[in-house]
């Protein structure tokens, strides 16, 4: 069973510090985040707390500090994201502005397999011309 | 301009242009087989010219509402004091009740309006997303991108970014442009896959496609209500794909050329896998279109015949249709419902046949002439002085004392005579336009106005013509 969870852009930006370095301070997250964001410390404790409540992330307690990880994996999340209702729509509908190499993606395994062999067929077709 | 002149130019252009659409729909479908995939690109660049300009102005006379008369041979014109000609004549807008054109336009505008911020906000969240991604500096696929710049032409800066998020390889952005790969490609895909991939998103960028995308997302706005653009628009959108497919193809070799195709295929196997319930039309809809694609692809020759000649002609009468029809769009202006296409002079409705004979001959000969349209400027107002533009065409055989005569009576009370004019003509065939001031008069509020238009050609009674004409009733008291 999949968790369901969403995770906002901000908060995106916490999960990819933690997932690079996966038992994190809470100062270090800070630091790297300062770097790309500019933003505050609370702002980001705010943010890993957020995430804690939505159970992506655990920390334990070491010596006075607390140490944050991720439980869920960077490829996890991607998947839940790209299967997640809005994404869906954002892909359909931003057809209009991004262009694509491929629009469809509700082709079956089967249907990939019969493509393969037209092509297959069709080649050889005009090989034979 | 009011809410009715809006309504009407954007349903006027949206009808021309679904007709136009269908035109490059067959045309495309006869072409196809025989003609590079850009050139049928270009005819839909007619139409989305035509969908986004609709009306090209003879001149700014559509916001003062002065008559145009279409004189083709000058006769005696009926006196029109000079100073009305300049000065604005507009009927009293009726206060209170909204008409149905005014619904219809704010129903339009919503629906345009929705459109516009849903597109905006889809867009601007994506490229949001596209923060999430991981910036690509694998080396030898900045190689790769660097060849296929150079094969294609293209110099600006591009930054390749694997998001995890989509499963197609993806260009997004006009000024700044991003590829966008699905996380994985480099280690899931071989360098010849890769390359293609690149090559087909760079043209993209080549053709700008981004900016035609974002005029064709303008487009959708305006005709959101019109379900034959739409359908316009998916085979517009797939045929520039198969462009694009086209111009990768001419830089490859041959061998290369089928495993174009399988590139394709590979990206598909990989990255978009099935749906829990996919919707099943979409599926056919889609493999048909890569079908399609495919064929294309294989029957590729590099060098095809392209009869370039046939197709600019057809470019240029479809832009010729659509560009000019000013006759069409004024009438789309009219406030009052008559309009009637211009016939032929010689309808057996308006004709005289006669026959006398004088000392020696029989003569014979048909006098023909008829109204083509009755309108009046801005709404009719009670006690407001405005024009009745009244269009004649005619033809007649007899030039023996020839005179177009026009005569209107309140035909609620015949006997009230409006304005009579009578112009002598000088040619046998001809048109003319009698532009009459009128000052409507409502006796009692809610008698209708009615105009009966006779028309006398050489002392014969021709065509007579009734018009009820909605006048509005004076917004002050009456004296």
């Known amino acids: 069973m999949r968790k369901v969870f969403s995770i906002t852009e901000a908060e995106w930006q916490v999960m990819k510090v933690l997932w690079k370095n996966s038992y994190c301070h809470a100062s270090k997250v800070i630091e790297e985040l300062e770097k790309t964001t500019g933003w505050k410390p609370t702002t980001v404790k705010t943010l890993l707390s957020r995430l804690v409540k939505k159970k992506v992330v655990t920390f334990r307690k070491e010596n006075n500090a607390y140490i944050y990880t991720p439980t869920v994996s960077e490829e996890e999340c991607q998947e839940a994201e790209s299967e997640s209702f809005l994404n869906r729509l954002f892909n359909g509908s931003c057809n209009l502005m991004v262009s694509r190499l491929i629009h469809a993606n509700k082709l079956t395994g089967e249907d990939i397999q019969e493509l393969r062999l037209l092509l297959d067929k069709l080649d050889g077709r005009e090989k034979k011309e | 301009m009011n809410t009715e002149h809006l309504v009407k130019l954007v349903i006027h252009s949206s009808l021309t242009g679904s007709l136009l659409a269908v035109l490059i729909l067959v045309a495309g479908r006869y072409l196809k087989s025989r003609v590079k995939a850009r050139w049928i690109c270009l005819l839909w660049f007619v139409l989305l010219f035509r969908l986004l300009i609709p009306y090209i102005p003879n001149s700014p006379l559509l916001l003062y509402k002065v008559p145009e008369t279409i004189n ?17 004549v507009r009927g009293a807008l009726p206060e209170g009740k909204p008409t149905p054109y005014d619904i219809m336009f704010v129903i339009w505008l919503s629906g345009a309006l929705l459109m516009l911020f849903y597109m905006l906000i889809l867009n601007f969240i994506f490229i949001r997303r596209t923060k999430r991604g ?14 296929c710049k150079r094969e294609i032409g293209i110099k600006k800066d591009i930054h ?3 998001l995890g998020t989509i499963k197609t390889p993806a260009v997004l952005g006009v000024f ?16 010849n896959d890769i390359r293609n ?6 043209t993209h960028l080549k053709h700008n496609d981004l900016l035609a995308d974002w005029i064709i997302g303008l487009t959708l706005t305006l005709h959101w209500f019109n379900p034959v653009i739409w359908h316009a628009i998916k085979m517009m959108r797939s045929d520039r794909e198969m462009a694009c497919d086209e111009y990768v193809l001419s830089h490859l070799k041959d061998e290369e050329i089928k495993r174009y195709g399988q590139t394709i295929l590979n990206v598909l196997d990989i990255y978009a896998r099935p749906k829990a ?9 889609s493999k048909k279109e890569f079908k399609r694609r495919l064929e294309r692809i294989i029957v590729y020759r590099k060098g095809t015949r392209c009869p370039k000649f046939f197709v600019m002609l057809l470019v240029i009468f479809l832009a010729g249709f659509t560009g000019v029809n000013a006759y069409e769009i004024q009438s789309a202006f009219r406030s009052s419902p008559a309009h009637c296409m211009p016939k032929s002079c010689c309808d057996p409705r308006a004709t005289f046949a006669y026959s ?4 020696t001959n029989v003569i014979e000969g048909t006098d023909a002439a008829m109204i083509t349209d009755i309108r009046s400027y801005g709404k009719l107002t009670d006690g407001v002085e405005t024009f009745i533009v009244v269009e004649v065409e005619y033809s007649l055989a007899s030039m023996e004392d020839a005179r177009l005569c026009i005569m209107f009576n309140n035909s609620s009370d015949s006997s009230e005579f409006i304005h009579e ?4 003509v000088s040619e046998g065939i001809g048109k003319y336009v009698f532009t009459i001031p009128l000052t409507p008069v409502i006796h009692e509020e809610g008698t209708p106005f009615s105009l009966q238009c006779c028309l006398h050609v050489n002392n014969r009674t021709l065509y007579a013509q009734e018009k009820e004409l909605k006048v509005q009733p004076r917004s002050q008291p009456y004296p």
């Open chain 2, 72 to 88: 083709i041979n000058s006769p005696e014109v009926i006196e029109v004091p000079q100073t009305a000609w300049l000065n604005p």
């Open chain 2, 134 to 147: 991981h910036p690509v500096t694998d080396a030898h696929i900045l190689e790769i991108l660097n060849e």
């Open chain 2, 160 to 162: 390749i970014v694997s």
């Open chain 2, 176 to 191: 700044k442009p991003l590829l966008l790969l699905p996380e994985g490609v480099p280690s899931k895909l071989g360098d």
């Open chain 2, 197 to 202: 991939i690149i090559l087909h998103e760079l």
């Open chain 2, 277 to 285: 319930v996919p919707g099943l039309v979409a599926m056919v809809e």
């Open chain 2, 356 to 359: 006398y004979t004088d000392a």
């Open chain 2, 421 to 424: 004019g009578t112009i002598p």
